[in-house]
């Protein structure tokens, strides 16, 4: 009898995890990214990325590329300004949910951000860098991977394409980027 052999395991794809997971988010005030969580009804974003706008206001597009966008509304499920974060509830289901990464990456993990910048276009920019620091504890994961406007909320993957932050801001450092991520 002939021995199975096993068949091997894919390896997760961190930007095929993006472009699956991460939507464009739009008000009148703003725009941002934001990230799809648990059964495709749910976006986790910065708080704010959606800051003033109502809900009539709020509407999240998703697309892999060279598709057609799917555009639906979204209503505000929790917000926290101190935390800067928040969950929306969409109207229809879009993509498919991020698996979420169960412990913190170390510093020199190389990271996947995805988002929507406005430097990037209309359609969904993948960046690379890796961690290079924590601040205020763990609250923080300093990054040296190009962050922008308009990724706030996205996602930053693990090599498995797990989740291990949401982009929430940058700092100019000696002509040189730092991002932070939740």
Do not use: C
């Amino acid at each position: 009898m002939a021995t199975p052999v096993p068949t091997p395991t894919p390896t997760p794809d961190p930007y095929a995890a993006a472009a699956a997971s991460v939507v464009r988010i739009e008000t009148s005030l703003a725009s941002g990214s934001g990230v799809i969580l648990g059964d495709s009804y749910h976006v986790v974003t910065n708080q704010h990325v959606i800051d003033r706008a109502s809900d009539a206001e709020l509407v999240v597009s998703y697309a892999l590329e060279g598709e057609a966008p799917q555009v639906t509304r979204a209503s505000v499920v929790w917000e926290d300004a101190d935390w800067d974060l928040a969950l929306l509830r969409l109207d229809d289901s879009l993509g498919t949910p991020i698996k979420v990464a169960r412990k913190l990456p170390s510093i020199g993990d190389p990271l996947v951000i995805g988002g929507f910048p406005g430097v990037g276009g209309d359609t969904l920019t993948v960046t690379t860098g890796t961690v290079a620091g924590f601040e205020l504890g763990s609250l923080f994961i300093k990054v040296d991977a190009a962050i922008f406007p308009g990724n706030s909320g996205g996602a930053a993957l693990d090599s498995n394409g797990r989740l291990v932050g949401i982009p929430t801001r940058y700092a100019t450092v000696g002509g040189g980027i730092l991002g932070f991520l939740l």
